[in-house]
């Protein structure tokens, strides 16, 4: 199946950075992006959905001006925890469509963010 | 979006079939029904997808009935490594993909 590759992996960095995750769609093309926050022990939340070219559709609750997100291209989507603080602190996901394909969503491998 | 309820849990041997339901009672003519599987600390890996009848791959069965209102996962001889977390999601090719609690799944010995 197709590829989605998330970078980093895992990064823990100080209270009041920023962190700006990657997610690229590796062998297919994806206009519309996907980006979820899982805590521990629950189930993947989404924030936000990226369209290439387009602003971000955040999900109630999630604050754009926290978590920014960039799709300017249809293989990359990028994701900006601004100011972190301890309770940014989770898994994060980002899944892509191949344009026109199907149903199918693709999954990076998740990015652990731990803010200390 | 349709709303899906799963058992929050099971419990299986090696060896053994499993098959996990899924209710998605307000299912669209247009959505499809996806199975994805996660570990911890990973993102979710797709199973199968179907819209009616049966799928088949080589790693599970999917089977629809008519009124297409549930689902039902099917893991042929599951094993330890089968323990993980399913999702069952509902949905066309517009929309995003809303997850549920899941069912986790425990495989024993």
């Known amino acids: 199946g197709a590829v989605v590759s998330q970078h980093p992996s895992w990064v823990i960095c100080k209270s009041g950075t920023s962190v700006k995750i990657e997610c690229r769609s590796l062998?297919?093309?994806?206009?519309?992006m996907f980006w979820y926050r899982q805590f521990p022990k629950q189930s993947l939340m989404l924030m936000a959905t990226?369209?290439?070219?387009?602003?971000?559709?955040?999900e109630q609750g999630v604050e754009k001006d926290k978590f920014l997100i960039n799709h300017a291209s249809l293989t990359l989507s990028t994701l900006t925890v601004t100011s972190a603080h301890p309770e940014d602190s989770s898994f994060y996901i980002c899944?892509?469509?191949?344009?026109?394909?199907?149903?199918?969503?693709?999954f990076g491998q998740g990015t652990r963010l731990t803010v200390v | 979006l349709a709303k899906t309820t799963q058992p929050i849990s099971m419990d299986s041997y090696e060896g053994q079939e499993v098959n996990i339901t899924c209710s998605h009672n307000?299912?669209?003519?247009?959505?499809?029904i996806t199975w994805y599987q996660q570990f911890p600390s990973q993102g979710p890996r797709f199973i199968i997808q179907?819209?009616?009848t049966k799928v088949t791959n080589e790693v599970a069965s999917l089977f629809i009935p008519a009124d297409r209102k549930s689902s039902t996962l099917s893991l042929p001889r599951v094993s330890l490594s089968d323990t993980a977390v399913y999702y069952c999601?509902?949905?066309?090719?517009?929309?995003?993909?809303?997850f549920g609690p899941g069912t986790r799944l425990s495989v024993l010995p």
């Open positions: 999601l509902v949905g066309d090719m517009e929309q995003n993909f809303v």
């Open positions: 307000n299912i669209a003519t247009n959505d499809y």
């Open positions: 899944s892509a469509r191949e344009t026109g394909a199907g149903t199918e969503a693709f």
């Open positions: 990226s369209n290439e070219g387009s602003k971000a559709t955040y």
């Open positions: 062998d297919f093309q994806a206009t519309t």
């Open positions: 179907g819209y009616k």
